[in-house]
Structure formats: C-alpha cells, structure tokens
C-alpha cells in the first residue's frame, strides 16, 4: 500500500519512474519505528526521523545515525557520497 506503482498518465509514470517496479525499492527502519528509510520511492533516499514529544535531539540524534550509517555501507561497498 505504500508502494503503488504510478500509472502511465502520472507525471512519475510518463518519465519512466515505474519501469522496474517494485524491485529495489523498500522501508527500513528500527524496532520502535522513531526512524526509517525509504528507499527509491520519488526519492533515491528519504530519511524520517520522528516521536511523539518534543526531544528534538534525541530525534535528530537518530536522524544522524541512520544517515551516517548509510554512508559506511555505500562506502563499503565501493561507492563515495
């Protein structure tokens, strides 16, 4: 339901974007669900961090994390950000 492939009269679908639908694309995140990663959606990589509350830096901090932890596996595997 998150993924629905755009039809062909889409902006997105009229550019092409739906043509290896769905492979590669996907939603990580933690146990808690305070931060995820969408992947090759509309965007290559959209990061969400969030709670309820208002620790700002808690959220940021995990916002931080996740980011730095994508950049250590595309490193490790060959690729320069």
Known sequence: FLFQK?????LLGAAGAGRDWPE??????NESKTVLCWCNEEDQCRIIAMENGGDVKGVFGRFCALSDSIKAAAEANGKTL
């Open 24 to 29: 590669g694309r996907g939603i990580f995140h």
């Open 6 to 10: 755009p039809g062909p009269m889409q």
